[in-house]
């Protein structure tokens, strides 16, 4: 199943608009990747050519593209995104992405962490969901509308300016986590913290598992830690991430290692142990597995 590719507005203001977010994003990087900013929980995004279709797992937080495009694989979904959308990554799900950009035209865009208190502060005094809503998706892309990019780019000034940054960075922050909320997918975010729901108990139990990935997994454990039968969470677990609990703490677990690897602050074993693993010719097994290549490999490759 795909979702078709949301073309943005084409249109003047629009372009104007993303322009702005190019001319501000683009003194600040200096280099390809994910850089943090002086706001907490905040990041830039840069890729000055393509990338092949990748392995890797977004923390919950709001993606805008101003410049380039990704496409995104979950399972049997192939999500596109490009400039002028954001991603709303509800939940820590692994994916595969590739992404398409060239010097000339480098993709650019703003990586925003989920507060969760701020979310939960911003739910309080917005207008109560219907009771029968239809559980979300975990990952999806929406368009970006005039005040969710006028917003990005409020919060993309505080970034050139010390003073504005200090008195109203959170604002910003804020101010953006507002429009998605008000936004096509604000359901995905308002459900993180409604307990009584399968994808909020789902949730939690994903943040249980990135805190405690190295850690033996015990399903009927967390099961009963978000008060669900260890048949119900393993159906809903699938259901939302398209993986069980332990081909989900598995990629966890890679992901993490080859973080370290590229990192250069662990050599293969110590990288296996260090996420979990008490056999390396397992880790090196399921590693060329997901990866494609042997971590001894990606280590040469410094990747």
Known sequence: MSDVLLHAPNDTAQDALLEHMCDLITPLIDRDGYM?????????MALHGSHPRTPLVYEPGLIIIAQGEKTGYLGERVIHYGAGHYLVQAMPVPFECE???????????????IDMIMLGELIQVMPTAADNVTPPDPMTAVTLTPAMGHGVVHLLECLHDEVMRRALGRQRIREVLFEALRGPQGESLRQLLQQQTQYGRIG??????????????????LAEKVNMSPSAFH???KRFTRLSPLQYQKRIRLLKARAMIAARTHNVSSAASAVGYQSASQFSREYKRYFGIQPAGDQRLGN
Not at 38 to 44: F, H, K, P, S
């Open 36 to 44: 943090p900013t002086a706001l907490d929980g905040v990041q830039l």
């Open 99 to 113: 992404t398409y950009a060239t010097p000339q035209a480098p993709m650019l865009g703003v990586l925003i962490g």
């Open 204 to 221: 939690r139990a994903l943040e249980t598992l990135h805190r405690d990935y190295t850690q033996p997994l015990s399903v009927e454990t």
């Open 235 to 237: 159906h809903h677990f």
